[in-house]
Structures are given as C-alpha cells and as structure tokens.
C-alpha cells in the first residue's frame, strides 16, 4: 500500500471498509487498519527506504472512512 501511494500520488485515499470489524470479514478490516497505516508511512522516508529509488515520499492531503455509508445502507435495510 505504500508503494502504492507514492507511486499514484492521490490527493485523498477513500477506504471502503470501517476499521472497526462491522465491514464484514478481517480482511475487510485488515485493509482499512493497513490503509490508515500507509496514509502516514507514505510520507516517511525512514519507512521503505529501498523504495526511494524508483519513487518519492508522498502525503495524501486526506483520509476519509466509510462508516457513515455502512449505518445509511442499515438504515435503509431497516425501512424497506
């Protein structure tokens, strides 16, 4: 994932998943734990220095969760 954000240089990183399990399965939690993990470890030069070869450090401007759109699709659920 780190490698990833320096080579793409997003302004902001969406992650589909909440980090806090309801998102279903782990590894849907597990992406959105490493997501959060990457936002900042992409702008440290210390963190996968042998990736500094090919590419640069990189700091998304934003991270934004989906936890608001998980409770309006049960929401949604419910009412129907």
Request: hydrophobic share 40%; with cysteine.
């Amino acid at each position: 994932m780190v490698l990833a954000i320096r080579k793409f240089k997003p302004d902001v990183i969406i992650c589909r998943f909440p980090t806090t399990g309801e998102g279903g399965h782990g590894h849907h939690t597990a992406s959105a734990i490493l997501a959060l993990e990457a936002f900042d470890a992409a702008a440290n030069p210390k963190i996968f220095p042998d990736q500094l070869s090919y590419t640069e450090t990189w700091q998304a401007k934003r991270i934004f969760g989906t936890r608001l759109i998980l409770e309006l699709q049960t929401q949604q659920l419910r009412i129907s």
